[in-house]
């Protein structure tokens, strides 16, 4: 898998890389295993109904997606990235269109081998949520990763009495929003690379807007995944 995962990589390094770079390229993201990832949370959350264990696998890959992520530094490495091409202004971000943002992403996430469950899960995301932030605050982030880890992993360790029975109402909503936190992380690691490796060349303002679209999505999960972890398994 980690060979695929190379391979993947290697190929998109030379499509998106140009001649001539226009920003520092000191931020480095690894985008295929966290799509990798996103791919398995995305296609449980596409059934029709989730079971006891499907909450704990949704919980074991997250922690372990979480993880990854903290060991390669996203969050200094955002930081970097935002420092090395600021983020857009108010002006900018309204003159993205949602088709645009969607276009991009989708394209993006496609080359980093998105199953067609994670694209239908970007489209009905958006369609909810579909603004950007006016700003980003990292520090939070880093803070949010931080205890998202510690949740999805004490949830991960846990055995149901019943690992077949319909999950309830609460611990569906918290998969749904575990996961959306997820793919948020999935989103900021996949535009990174994007902006890095195309030295910002027609895709600064889009991939930084994005980057902030995925911040989003952690900022609103975090309270929520709170709240149900502490009424359900604490």
């Known amino acids: ?11 998109v390094i030379c499509i998106v890389t140009p001649a001539q770079s226009q920003v520092k390229q000191s931020a480095r993201f690894y985008p295929v295993d966290v799509v990798s990832d996103v791919n398995v949370i995305s296609s449980l959350l596409a059934k029709d109904s989730l079971n006891n264990n499907d909450i704990i696998t949704i919980s074991a890959v997250s ?11 996203l969050p200094s490495n955002f930081d970097v990235l935002i420092k090395d091409n600021g983020y857009p202004d ?18 993006w996430l496609r080359r980093f081998g998105a199953a067609d469950a994670t694209v239908a899960l970007l489209e009905s995301s958006v369609a909810k949520s579909p603004q950007f932030p006016n700003d ?9 990763i931080t205890v998202l880890e510690r ?11 019943n690992s077949d029975a319909v999950a309830g109402d609460r611990e569906k909503k918290y998969a749904e929003t575990l996961g959306m936190a997820v793919f948020g992380i999935a989103v900021i690691v996949v535009d990174g690379f994007v902006v890095v490796e195309t030295g910002g060349l027609g895709t600064s303002v889009i991939g930084m807007a994005s980057g902030g679209w995925g911040w989003n999505r952690v ?16």
């Open 63 to 73: 922690c372990g997606a979480i993880r990854v992520a903290k060991l390669d530094s």
């Open 136 to 144: 980003i605050n990292v520090g939070l982030f880093s803070e949010w």
């Open 1 to 11: 898998m980690k060979i695929c995962a190379a391979m993947v990589l290697i190929c």
């Open 90 to 107: 108010r002006q900018q971000l309204n003159s993205l269109s949602i088709e645009e943002f969607i276009n991009f992403e989708e394209d």
């Open 219 to 234: 900022e609103e999960a975090f309270p929520i995944i709170m709240e149900l972890w502490e009424s359900l398994f604490n």
């Open 151 to 161: 949740v999805s992993c004490d949830v991960r360790a846990r055995k149901p009495s």
